[in-house]
């Protein structure tokens, strides 16, 4: 019954691997975002998909890139990971509306050695 | 740009406290507000909203009301538990994307 779902929950790789996080929603929603959490709570925005297309891209390395196979998965895919990546992302979907709430995913807790 | 501004923390509150976490925001149009809740080691869960202004948005006791005037969103709460124990975020959905813009969030401990 979860709702949005993202594995997996930590990873602990090495510096300069190449990594992948998955996420899912059952919920219907047309629109999926991937936020970065940083050890001071802070949230940004990294990414957002809508139907499958990329509507929001922040300023974030060219290092990550997501990937939209339908709009019920967004996964996001890091190559050569470096120690500011540490960090816990999250996957959230919405409905494209201007009072949709998110919806976000438990989290999944990066670690770079 | 949009932009949402709460107060520092970390709040620290004895039992049955009255808590006010101040958010104001600045964005162009008529946003829709929101309140977020993180207990510890979960993702966020949305804790009430309001669409205009002078709306009230409440659950599980918290209030936060849409002053327009005051470009506010004031979260409260008449007694707080042990169990409210998280981090809250003020957010703020609108603009031509309806990107969410998160303020930076406020760690509130309420000790027994």
């Known amino acids: 019954d979860t709702a949005v779902s993202q594995t997996p929950k930590y990873l602990v790789t090495q510096m300069g691997n190449d990594k992948s996080i998955k996420c899912e929603q059952n919920l219907g929603h047309d629109t999926m975002y991937w936020y970065k959490q940083d050890s001071k709570k802070f949230l940004k925005i990294m990414f957002s998909?809508?139907?499958?297309?990329?509507?929001i891209n922040e300023t974030v390395p060219n290092r990550f890139s997501p990937k939209s196979p339908d709009k019920a998965h967004l996964n996001l895919h890091i190559n050569s990971l470096e120690l500011g990546d540490s960090a816990v992302y999250f996957c959230?979907?919405?409905?494209?509306?201007?009072?949709?709430?998110?919806?976000f995913g438990d989290g999944t807790r990066l670690s770079i050695l | 740009g949009n932009s949402v501004t709460q107060m520092e923390g970390p709040v620290t509150l004895s039992e049955e406290a009255f808590l006010t976490i101040n958010c104001t925001y600045t964005a162009t149009g008529y946003p829709s507000l929101f309140w977020y809740v993180q207990y510890p080691g979960e993702g966020l869960q949305l804790l009430l909203k309001a669409t205009k202004a002078d709306d009230k948005g409440s659950n599980k006791g918290f209030e936060a009301t849409y002053r327009k005037e005051t470009t506010s969103f004031h979260l409260e709460k008449g007694s707080v538990q042990v169990s409210d124990s998280a981090v809250y975020f003020c957010?703020?959905?609108?603009?031509?994307?309806?990107?969410?813009?998160f303020g930076k969030g406020t760690l509130l401990t309420v000790n027994p």
């Open positions: 959230a979907s919405s409905q494209e509306v201007r009072d949709g709430p998110q919806h």
């Open positions: 998909y809508n139907n499958k297309e990329l509507i």
């Open positions: 957010a703020l959905r609108g603009g031509s994307n309806y990107k969410l813009t």
